[in-house]
Nanobody, 122 residues
Framework: LQLVESGGGSVQPGGSLRLSCVASGFHLDYVTVGWFRQVPGKEREGVSCISGVGGTPYYEDSVKGRFTVAKDSAQSTAYLQMTGLKPEDTALYIC????????????????WGQGTQVTVFS
């Protein structure tokens, strides 16, 4: 059982990135997938999540309209498409999995990845 994120990088404001989270050993139709971000000295923040099949996605207010969460259960991979990136989006982005839960933001997060760094600079 393992979560491995990728896709981070350095972009200018307004740029886009797509983060991936390969969830080895998991079937994404039966779990909740969450994306969090961590900045040194600040609390980890829930960014987005989605649960099961047809679950309602959740987005933190500051990313609504810019970020999109998705998953490909056949590939056991979750995605976070990020557009219109801002300097305040700079953080370590971490994916997590937990039991299927609606609304997904209430999920218990049992498994965590190591994260992928996103840096937005002028």
């Amino acid at each position: 059982l393992q979560l491995v994120e990728s896709g981070g990088g350095s972009v200018q404001p307004g740029g886009s990135l797509r983060l991936s989270c390969v969830a080895s050993g998991f079937h994404l139709d039966y779990v909740t997938v969450g994306w969090f971000r961590q900045v040194p000295g600040k609390e980890r923040e829930g960014v987005s999540c989605i649960s099961g099949v047809g679950g309602t996605p959740y987005y933190e207010d500051s990313v609504k309209g810019r970020f999109t969460v998705a998953k490909d259960s056949a590939q056991s991979t979750a995605y976070l498409q990020m557009t219109g990136l801002k300097p305040e989006d700079t953080a370590l982005y971490i994916c997590a999995l937990g039991p299927r839960q609606e609304p997904c933001i209430g999920a218990r997060w049992d498994y965590w990845g190591q994260g992928t760094q996103v840096t937005v600079f002028s």
